[in-house]
């Protein structure tokens, strides 16, 4: 009996000792077979990311090229002598069309041409297509001065049918750019801070702020063109400025214009100038949730209630005809 419980013991003993030893082999061995999910997570994130910025960056590159070539081409032949034979530019162009167009996006000399070419030949395909279409094709019962005078009248909306879609154009630039301009301010300071100089800090951003505004990084790349060739940065500044057209954008080129004159850190100014406009911006949003409800009340009143009313009554009427 002794030595079957001795030996009891003694297998006791190995079945402990096997299992203390494949627990400390286990919890040697197993954090080298163990994943890090984390670390995978954020390696696949990076890989992500680096997709992403190599694709807009290529897609900013095309822009950019497609820019050069828009700011190079020449008006056609025929387009530039037929406003040059009118004098189209002395009596239809003025300053305020030129920085219309750049404010659009539309720069230099082929643009204008063909800006005061729509000027002429709208009106006139108007004025006959509306002409023909009352007196052949639907034949109105009208006299031809009547006829003559609402023409005329549809001739004078294709008239200034380019400077509408010239002023939409410009809006919608200035809402992209409006839009992305906090983030750009971000961006710029996180750049000035770390000991870019302006000119870096422009390229930068524009490369990063082209998946969110392609219209901002435009600009910010023609005006880092402009203040490596300018003689004098103040032009490039008021350059950006003319071009957006957005109070925001006027006053950090106040900012940088002033702090290069006297010296003052460029640093603290955007600081206080990126607080501004994100308080604009997120004050914009606010103004824009409050004149919601006002703007709601028209499309209930004509399309809400009336459904409303039909579905509340409607089962009331029908009982009431078939009662009586």
Excluded: H
Excluded at 16 to 24: F, I, N, P, Q
Excluded at 54 to 59: D, G, I, K, N, Q
Excluded at 245 to 261: P, S
């Amino acid at each position: 009996m002794g030595l079957e419980a001795l030996g009891n013991s003694n297998m006791f003993v190995v079945i402990l000792t096997l299992l203390a030893v494949s627990g400390t082999v286990y919890a040697l061995l197993m954090p080298l077979f163990d994943r890090d999910e984390l670390k995978s997570r954020m390696k696949s994130v990076a890989l992500e990311r680096e997709e992403i910025r190599s694709r807009e960056r290529a897609r900013l590159a095309m822009q950019k090229e497609n820019a050069r070539v828009v700011l190079r081409s020449n008006p056609k032949e025929s387009i530039r002598d037929f406003v040059d034979k009118y004098d189209l530019k002395r009596r239809l162009s003025s300053d305020g069309v030129a920085s219309k167009l750049k404010m659009a996006g539309y720069r230099g000399a082929s643009p204008l041409y063909t800006y005061l070419l729509f000027q002429v030949i709208l009106p006139i395909g108007f004025f006959a297509v509306s002409f023909f279409y009352m007196v052949v094709i639907i034949k109105v019962d009208m006299p031809v001065l009547s006829v003559f005078l609402i023409s005329l009248l549809i001739a004078a909306i294709g008239f200034y049918a380019p400077s509408i879609f010239i002023q939409n154009q410009i809006a919608k630039r200035q809402e992209s750019i409006r839009l992305a301009w906090p983030d750009a301010m971000d961006l710029m300071l996180i750049c000035v801070e770390s000991g870019m100089s302006i000119e870096a800090a422009f390229k930068k951003v524009s490369e990063e702020v082209g998946a969110q505004s392609a219209p901002l990084a435009e600009e910010l790349i023609l005006a880092n063109a402009e203040l490596s060739f300018l003689d004098e940065r103040r032009v490039a500044y008021q350059n950006l400025a003319e071009r957006t057209g957005l109070d925001g954008v006027k006053n950090v080129i106040v900012a940088l214009t002033q702090a290069e004159k006297y010296g003052t850190p460029i640093g603290s100014a955007l600081r206080v100038l990126s607080d501004e406009n994100r308080k604009e911006r997120m004050q914009e949003a606010e103004r824009k949730a409050a004149a919601l409800p006002p703007k709601l009340t028209v499309p209930m009143m004509l399309f809400f209630l009336p459904v409303l009313f039909i579905v509340i009554i409607g089962p009331a009427a029908i009982q009431v005809m078939r009662t009586f």
